[in-house]
């Protein structure tokens, strides 16, 4: 019967203490203590080449996401994209370039770079770039085979696109309207189904620990969310 009594007794303890958590949580968000902020942005890519300017672009959306500190190791604020996809910029004969969704480190600069300014360029976003981190450059050698993917300099474009390529501008602007889909699906009609195999995008299905292209690309990185 003590037993009982005692495990009845733990049992409320735990119903208590989790009340109580709950209620400090809720408190909290009542009083500000939890923010989740969304942002809206579109990213403008422009290379400059023989046979003139080409731009492409791509609307993304990036959250903040603030949470005060209740329990050891918990708290803080996190960073990530959660819709979009790649910029385009086609290149005629050269090629088509993609510029990649990246993670965490570009919702922070996205953010930062935003805070003062409804649009920036890349003289601006140059220290933020240096802090955090750069966007990834990728072509296909052969669009049909996403094997082929192969990384791009952006400091040296004419390396893998001819001589006279190079990045002439990146600018990032606030935007009201959703974030973009299809141009990337529209020349890569396979990654949805990519997507929901193992391993990299330049791996075999097969063999999802080998991936001979050294870049570990994943699809998510070409586009996110719907």
């Known amino acids: 019967m003590s037993q009982i009594r005692f495990a009845t007794k733990r049992f409320l303890v735990s119903i208590c203490a989790a009340s109580a958590l709950i209620f400090t949580m809720a408190s909290c968000a009542g009083a500000g203590g939890f923010s989740n902020e969304t942002i809206r942005y579109k990213m403008t890519v422009t290379v400059e080449t023989p046979e003139g300017i080409k731009t492409g672009s791509a609307v993304r959306e990036a959250i903040r996401y603030t949470e005060p500190s209740i329990l050891p190791d918990q708290g803080g604020t996190f960073y990530n994209i959660t819709k ?27 953010f930062k770079a935003l805070e003062t300014s409804n649009k920036v ?34 400091l040296n474009l004419q390396r893998d696109f001819g001589y006279g390529v190079s990045l002439k501008q990146i600018e ?36 999802p620990f080998k991936d001979k292209t050294g870049l570990w690309l994943k699809s998510i990185e070409f586009k996110r969310g719907f």
């Open 84 to 110: 979009g996809e790649a910029v385009v910029v086609d290149l005629g004969h050269r090629g088509v370039l993609f510029v990649l969704i990246g993670g965490e480190w570009e919702a922070r600069i996205v």
């Open 121 to 154: 360029n890349m003289q601006d976003l140059d220290p933020l770039i240096k802090k955090w981190g750069a966007p990834r450059f990728v072509y296909f050698k052969d669009m049909n085979d996403p094997k082929t993917v192969a990384s791009a300099s952006y």
């Open 172 to 207: 990032v602007e606030t935007v009201n309207t959703p974030a973009s889909f299809g141009n990337v699906e529209r020349l890569l009609p396979w990654l949805s189904e990519r997507a929901n195999l193992p391993g990299s995008i330049g791996s075999d299905p097969d063999s």
